[in-house]
């Protein structure tokens, strides 16, 4: 039965984080800021892995479920951008661009990737909060089942 994602491609999306997040630590300075905030989605992403189980995503409820889903998706084009970016300013250091280019670069590339990465995070933790909240709610049913059970 297909749930939109897989918990492999949480797996996958965890992979080309640290894909991204390699490829910016060994990059120009200038793109520190951007390994620091692939780093933290890095971070959610592990987090994620570690609490969704495929037991687990096969019985939430279809608004958490569309909410993971969501953030995935949200993390992967985001992920993309950020490579492509790097990708096409790979060679910027080596070829001692100009001021004007440098800061450009800098000032309208950067910052537009770098919210774009604090929104993916931030719906990511959003949608572990919620599933957080439904697996508390989900232990103490549990709990109170085994105590009716046990009187």
Known sequence: MSFGFSIGDFITLLDK???VYRKCKSAPSDYAVLAQHVE???HVLEETR???S????????????NSLVSARE?????????EKFLNKYEDMGKKHPTY???VKFIGKDVE???????????????GLSSLSRYIKLL????CRQIKYNSS
């Open 54 to 65: 495929p037991s687990l995503a096969s019985s939430l409820p279809k608004p958490k479920l």
């Open 139 to 142: 232990f103490l049913l549990h």
């Open 112 to 126: 537009g990737l770098k919210a774009r990465l604090s929104l993916s995070t931030n719906l990511l933790q959003l």
């Open 74 to 82: 949200s993390c992967q084009i985001t992920l993309d951008e950020v």
């Open 50 to 52: 570690s609490i969704l």
């Open 17 to 19: 984080a640290h894909l």
């Open 40 to 42: 933290i989605l890095t």
């Open 100 to 102: 004007f280019k440098r």
